[in-house]
Structures are given as C-alpha cells and as structure tokens.
C-alpha cells in the first residue's frame, strides 16, 4: 500500500466536534472551519485576515458556539474595518488578544465575559459595552484602547456588570460618567497601572450601594 504524502490533500469531515482548542492557524485551512457546524468552543492562535473573514462572513460557523478566543501570535491580523460576530447568537464568553483593530466588533447581546488585550483600540469600546445585556464581566488589559476617555455614562448603561478590569491602559485619563451612572451591580473594580487616569470619584465609589470593591495601583 502506498503510504500518505506529508502534503497530500485530505478532505476534512468533522461535523460533531465541539471543542477546537489551541490550534494554529497556519495548519488550518479558512474554509474548513465552516465545516465544523457543531463547534461549543474554538481556540485559535497565528490568525489570519482568511479567517477572519470566514468568522465574520454573512453567516455563522457554528450556531452553538458558546466561546471563541483568537490570539495573534504571527502575521498582521489587523482590522481597518469593523467586523460583526453577532451573528453568534449562542457566545458568552469572548477573548481577543493581539488582533488589532481600530474600532470594536459588533457584538452579540448573549456574551456574559469578555477580554481585550492588546487589540490597540481608537474608538471608545464603552459605547458598544455598555449596551450589552447580559455582559456581568470585562477585562481591558494591557494596550487594549489607546483613547484618552471611556464614557461609562447612563442611567441604563452596563446593566448587569459585575466585575470591571482595566489593567495597563497607560493613555486613559478620565471615566465619563454623565449626570446619570448605571452598572447597578458593580461589585469589583479593579485599575492598574492606568497613571494618567484621574482620581476615581466618590460617586463611583458608591455604586451599587456601597458594595463595591475597588482597587487601584498606579504606579
């Protein structure tokens, strides 16, 4: 029997997998992940614009994805336009690390976490965020906006946050909060090394009835 080349083509079927963890983009082809239609969790890493763009296309991989995390350790992944993941009706958890983009996807009303790091982003995201839902956790770490302002602003913004991160955003300087403040249910706050962010305010402070807990080191 003749043995397999190492390079020779094979066809990809693998409709029930539901987990992809981890995998490196180089040894994926784009087209192969819309075959993966039962996929709950994907875990990519070296993204590329091809897959971008087969994520973000006109119709969704999986309709039961649940948690996406893409992580560019490679080639330009960068995003001058915006992109939807709405479509993902089924995602709660989301993390983006390393994949620049100057403006935040669109995002689905069901995400619960999400983590930003090092997306380099223009726009303030807090005007898509605050809008979401169910989002009760969010992580901006490190060079994930490179704005000077987040507009936290809104009787009816943020509202079932719970947890809030802003870790390393070394060009924030101030956190609108409008005459109305919502995140009624903001019981962690947690700021690092944000040193040209201004004093948090007393207001803030006291939100959710004094049951928050804040932390701040900038040094």
């Known amino acids: 029997m003749r043995p397999l ?3 020779q083509q094979v066809q990809v079927l693998l409709p029930h997998l539901q987990t992809l963890s ?3 983009c180089s040894d994926l082809q784009p087209t192969w992940l819309l075959k993966f239609t039962n996929l709950r969790k994907l875990e990519l890493k070296k993204v590329t614009p091809e897959i971008m763009e087969v994520l973000c296309g006109p119709e969704p991989i999986s309709k039961k994805l649940e948690v996406l995390y893409l992580c560019r350790w490679g080639s330009d992944c960068s995003m001058n336009r915006r992109v939807s993941l709405a479509k993902y009706e089924r995602l709660m958890k989301l993390k983006l690390r390393i994949v620049v983009m100057q403006q935040l996807l669109e ?7 999400l983590t930003l790091e090092r997306t380099e982003l223009m726009e303030d995201p807090m005007n898509i ?7 009760k956790i969010l992580h901006l770490y490190q060079n994930s906006y490179r704005g000077s302002k987040m ?3 809104g009787a009816d913004s943020f509202p079932q946050l719970e947890i809030l ?3 390393y955003l070394p060009e924030l300087e101030e956190l609108i909060e409008g005459e109305e403040m919502g995140m009624p249910k903001l019981r962690k706050l947690i700021i690092y090394y944000c040193p040209k962010l201004v004093p948090i305010s007393e207001r803030l402070q006291r939100v959710a009835d004094g049951k928050l807990k804040l932390e701040v080191i900038n040094r």
């Open 5 to 7: 080349c190492k390079y």
């Open 151 to 153: 507009d936290c602003s």
């Open 165 to 167: 991160k802003l870790i």
């Open 107 to 113: 995002l689905p009303p069901s995400l619960i976490k």
């Open 129 to 135: 965020l605050k809008n979401l839902p169910k989002l």
């Open 22 to 24: 981890m995998i490196n």
